[in-house]
Structures are given as C-alpha cells and as structure tokens.
C-alpha cells in the first residue's frame, strides 16, 4: 500500500484546509486511516482516525470541534478538513493505514498502523 498526502499550504490564523490521502493497491474500506502531524523539533502526534470497522472517527483535544475525518469509498480517498487554524497546527502532516481495527484507546499509536506515506507541510501563520 502506498499513501500520498496531499493539500497542504500556507494560511493565515483562522483558515482552513483540507487534506486528502489516497492509498494504491488497497481499498480504504478494509483499512484504518489516520492522520500524524510532525512539528520541527516535536515528537509525532496523533491527530484524527476513522476505524476501519465501524468508520467510527477520533481526534485528539485539540483537533476536536475544528477538524473533521471522512472517507469517500468512490474515490478511495480520506479528507481531513482543518477548519479554524492556529498557528499551533503548523506541522507536516501525514497520512497512515492500518489492516487492524484498534480499539479507541489504541487507535492513536502509531504501532496500529502499517503504512505511512509522505507528508504534506502545513504552515499556519499569525
């Protein structure tokens, strides 16, 4: 499986974006999708995932009210739609797929996924 993130930019505070990813070789239907996001200097973090299972999504705190996960099964794609940006989401983000169907508390480990893809910068300027 290959991901490619893709929809990254430069916004001001308050913008918004959306983020897509696309996996080859492999329907999103039987996969768990998340999204990482890496910030110079900063450890990897966890921002949003849909469950392969039941397509149940969960974010992190701060990602909650202001970005949304979805997957369009036609297009085999994943969005990520950030709404309200901050400066404090600049980050590279990332795309990544898992054959498991974690358990919630589990679906924000890296370990649960499989394949990573290459990011996409996003820069949210103040």
């Known amino acids: 499986v290959q991901l490619q993130a893709s929809g990254g930019g430069l916004v001001q505070t308050g913008g918004s974006l959306r983020l897509s990813c696309a996996p080859s070789g492999r329907s999103i239907s039987s996969l768990t999708m998340g999204w990482f996001r890496q910030a110079p200097g900063k450890e990897r973090e966890f921002v949003a995932a849909?469950?392969?299972?039941?397509?149940?999504?969960y974010y992190t705190n701060s990602a909650k009210g202001r970005f949304t996960i979805s997957r369009d099964n036609a297009k085999n794609t994943i969005y990520l739609q950030m709404n309200s940006l901050e400066p404090g989401d600049t980050a590279v983000y990332s795309c990544?797929?898992?054959?498991?169907?974690?358990?919630?508390?589990?679906?924000?480990?890296?370990?649960?996924?499989?394949?990573w893809g290459q990011g996409t910068q996003v820069t949210v300027s103040s």
């Open positions: 990544a797929a898992g054959t498991r169907s974690p358990i919630l508390s589990a679906i924000n480990s890296p370990n649960m996924y499989d394949y």
């Open positions: 849909i469950r392969r299972s039941d397509r149940t999504s």
